[in-house]
């Protein structure tokens, strides 16, 4: 307030064209300015730091955790059948290969293919990318599955053997999950028989020969229990049960089953099925051949398989050997079908055994190396067949 009079009188006196003696001089401001803005400075310098320090913490929780590259090592994760694209993203975080399953669930969004993961194990790498991951999940050939073929007409021991050998888990693993059929989901009304023989339970014949994707942890029961599926499936497809109650005289659909099984064995090839199989069913329920019995060499050595015998050639079979009485699968002076399927017939088999050629046949015999057979109704042609064969180098 001083310093604004000591200004104040200093214009009045100027204004008289005189100068007031003795008066104060005004202090300068300049040190106050100074100080005043290196204050200011500091404030908003503070300021401006304390504002991006919490910019960079808010910052952090809006932007997706994600690794930057492509990963590295190799880790083997399951996407299971029905798992969301959320889910397969905590499978990946877990396992150490995504940062985060927003991160996966933002890279699925971003690629209309991702609804194309399909279920099994996949060999992907560690902190990977979460693009990078979904398009390891995408290629198939990143899938990890041991694949393995059944051909058609083998033994249920065969089975077991190739399964082993694809998986490495020991052949009485499968044997012994075989052994009760229900428990793999074989419904029980599929061992009824009309024939008047006393049913006999076995997985023989449920264990549809088809390529099959294993996955690695997969266990015995599991395996045969998918075989069992696709046998229910592919015999559904054909409404094998209802057509052949329906359509076969009042046979049971097990007894087909037993029928294209022995049409599987002795078939040279495919166009031939259905006529074996109508050569079973017109030796056995016909009443037109001796004693109604099969007489077919394949169940005597299925039976010796089954119980660890080596198996012969029909040539080298005895008299003796093929009427066993102790053999359950003797079916040359036994009447009817044997117990059980004889191998896993596939679908052409069991379509001959639904829906096999009008005929009267009785006999058959393979007549060339290719494995065609030639039918007979009679023994007389039978011979001249057999005869035919020989020319041909088959007997």
């Not at 083998?154 to 075989?178: S, V």
């Not at 030796?283 to 080596?310: A, I």
């Not at 055994?353 to 023994?379: C, M, N, Q, R, T």
């Amino acid at each position: 307030m001083i310093d604004e009079l000591d200004a104040a009188f200093d214009e009045r006196d100027e204004g008289k064209g005189r100068r007031r003696r003795g008066t104060r001089r005004r202090k300068s401001g300049r040190g106050k300015t100074a100080a005043a803005f290196l204050v200011v400075v500091l404030l908003f310098g503070g300021l401006a730091g304390g504002a991006w320090y919490g910019f960079d913490r808010v910052s952090g929780y809006f932007t997706t955790p994600d690794y930057p590259g492509g990963g590295s090592g190799e880790v083997v994760v399951e996407v299971m059948s029905g798992q969301t694209i959320a889910e397969i993203g905590n499978t990946l975080v877990t396992a150490g290969v995504v940062k985060s399953s927003k991160a996966f669930v933002e890279a699925a969004e971003a690629n209309s293919r991702s609804q194309n993961i399909q279920p099994g194990h996949y060999k992907v790498r560690k902190e990977m990318n979460a693009a990078t991951a979904l398009g390891l999940l995408l290629d198939l050939t990143n899938k990890v599955s041991n694949k393995i073929t059944i051909p058609e007409g083998r033994t249920a021991k065969q089975i077991y053997k190739l399964l082993a050998e694809a998986t490495g888990i020991a052949a009485e693993e499968f044997e012994e999950a075989a052994k009760d059929p229900l428990k793999l989901k074989v419904p029980d009304w599929w061992f009824n028989r009309n024939d008047g023989k006393e049913a006999t339970i076995s997985s023989e014949g449920f264990l549809f020969p088809d390529t099959y994707e294993l996955d690695p942890d997969v266990t015995a029961p599991e395996i045969l229990q998918m075989m069992v599926n696709r046998f229910l499936s592919v015999a559904g497809e054909m409404d094998f049960a209802d057509r052949v109650q329906a359509e076969r005289g009042g046979i049971s659909p097990y007894e087909a089953l037993i029928v294209a099984s022995l049409a599987q064995a002795e078939a040279g090839n495919a166009e031939d099925l259905g006529k074996v199989a109508r050569v079973a069913y017109n030796r056995v329920y016909s009443g037109t051949f001796p004693c109604s019995c099969l007489q077919f060499d394949v169940s005597v050595n299925y039976y010796w398989e089954l119980t660890g015998k080596p198996t012969k050639a029909s040539k080298d079979m005895t008299y003796e050997e093929l009427r066993d009485p102790d053999n359950p699968y003797n079916v040359h002076d036994k009447a009817g079908l044997p117990p059980t399927p004889i191998n896993n017939p596939g679908k052409l088999a069991l379509e001959g055994a639904l829906d096999p050629p009008a005929g009267k046949w009785l006999y058959f015999v393979a007549i060339d190396k290719e494995g065609h057979s030639e039918f007979a109704e009679s023994y007389a042609d039978h011979e001249r067949n057999i005869q035919k064969a020989r020319e041909n180098g088959v007997l």
